[in-house]
C-alpha cells in the first residue's frame, strides 16, 4: 500500500501542475490529457506507442537489474549501441540463413553488451572506480567507435549519411511492431521469477534495503556487482540488437541515441523502484506520454515539450514523497 502511494501521490502531483500549466496558456487541460490518451493508445496512436514501449521498456529493465540492489548503470548508451554495432557486424558478414544470422546477431548484442558493462564492474571491484563514473564514462568510447565504424568500414557506399548498409536478416514486424517487443517481455518475465523466486534475487533484494547487513550476512558484493551489471549490459546490448535488426535493418549514427531510450528507461525503473512488473508498466506510461505528446501538439498547439517537463517533475514529485514516507515510517 505505501508503494502504491509513493507512485500515486508524485503522478496526481505532476498532472495537476500540467494542469496548470496548461491553464495558464489558455488550453484546457482535460482536452490536452484526453488528446495524449487518444493519441497514445487510439487506432492510430497504439502503433507508435508500442514501437517506441519495446526500447524503453527493455532499457528500463535493464538499468532496473543492478538498481534492485542500490547499483546505478548511467552506461545504458554505451552498451545499446556496442550491442546494435555487434549485432549489424553479424547481420552482415556472418554467412548462413537469416534465422540462423538473426539468432546469432541476438547472441552478439547481449554478448557485447554484458562484456562492456562488466568491464565497468571490473573497474569499480579491482580499482576502486564508484560505478556511476565507470558506467558512464565508458559510453563515450563504445559511442565514439560505432560511429568511427559507420562512417568508415561499415559505411553504406551508396549514402552520404553516417550509416551502413541494409542487412538480409531481420526480424518480422506485426502492425508495424518488431517481434523483438516478445524478447523483451520474455526478458522481464524471467527477470520477474528471479527476483521473486530464486536466491540470487534474494540476494539483490537484501543488498538494496541494507548494504551493510547484506555483507553481515556474508553476500559477496564484488561478485554480486559483476553479475549484477553483466545482465544488465547484456539486457541492454538485446535491445540495441533488436533495434538495429527491425526497421530500417540498418545502423544510423545517433539514431539510437536521439530518442533518449536510456534515460527515459532509468525514469520508468526510479518511478517504479525497480519492481520488475512495476518497471514495465513505468516504462508504457513514458512511452505513451512520448506518443500522445504529438497528438496534444496537433490538437492543443501546446509543444509536446510539456510530456518532458511533466516527467521531470514527476521525478522530483516521487523523490520528495519517497523521503516524506520514510520520515514518516521512522516516526512510527
Do not use: H
Amino acid at each position: 500500500m505505501t508503494r502504491v502511494r509513493l507512485v500515486a501521490v508524485p503522478v496526481a502531483a505532476a498532472l495537476v501542475l500540467g494542469a496548470i500549466l496548461l491553464l495558464a496558456t489558455g488550453t484546457d487541460p482535460l482536452a490536452a490529457y484526453g488528446a495524449i490518451v487518444s493519441g497514445a493508445f487510439g487506432p492510430d496512436g497504439i502503433g507508435d506507442t508500442l514501437a517506441y514501449a519495446v526500447p524503453v521498456a527493455g532499457m528500463a529493465t535493464a538499468l532496473a537489474i543492478p538498481l534492485r540492489a542500490g547499483m546505478v548503470n548511467l552506461g545504458g548508451e554505451g552498451q545499446l549501441v556496442l550491442g546494435a554495432i555487434s549485432a549489424l557486424a553479424v547481420g552482415l558478414y556472418v554467412p548462413g540463413p537469416g534465422p540462423v544470422k538473426v539468432i546469432l546477431a541476438l547472441l552478439a548484442g547481449i554478448a557485447a553488451g554484458g562484456a562492456y558493462a562488466a568491464l565497468a564492474a571490473v573497474c569499480e571491484n579491482r580499482l576502486g572506480v564508484p560505478l556511476l563514473i565507470s558506467t558512464l564514462l565508458l559510453s563515450y568510447p563504445a559511442m565514439a567507435l560505432a560511429g568511427y565504424l559507420v562512417r568508415f568500414p561499415l559505411k553504406d557506399a551508396g549514402s552520404s549519411l553516417p550509416q551502413s548498409p541494409q542487412m538480409s536478416a531481420r526480424l518480422p514486424e506485426i502492425d508495424g511492431v518488431t517481434t523483438g517487443i516478445f524478447l523483451v517481455v520474455t526478458v522481464i518475465a524471467v527477470y520477474t521469477v528471479i527476483d521473486a523466486r530464486t536466491p540470487a534475487g534474494f540476494e539483490t533484494k537484501v543488498t538494496g534495503w541494507a548494504p551493510r547487513f547484506a555483507a553481515y550476512a556474508g553476500i559477496d558484493r564484488p561478485k554480486l556487482t559483476l553479475r549484477l551489471l553483466a545482465a544488465s549490459g547484456g539486457t541492454a546490448g538485446l535491445v540495441g540488437a533488436i533495434a538495429v535488426l527491425g526497421f530500417p535493418y540498418r545502423f544510423i549514427d545517433g539514431a539510437l541515441i536521439t530518442p533518449q531510450y536510456t534515460w527515459i528507461g532509468l525514469l520508468a525503473a526510479l518511478l517504479a523502484g525497480a519492481s520488475p512488473l512495476g518497471t514495465l508498466l513505468a516504462a508504457v506510461f513514458f512511452a505513451a506520454l512520448t506518443s500522445g505528446g504529438f497528438a496534444m501538439e496537433r490538437a492543443t498547439q501546446v509543444p509536446r515539450e510539456l510530456t518532458a517537463v511533466l516527467q521531470a517533475v514527476l521525478i522530483i514529485f516521487l523523490a520528495a514523497t519517497s523521503g516524506v514516507f520514510k520520515r514518516k515510517a521512522r516516526r512510527a
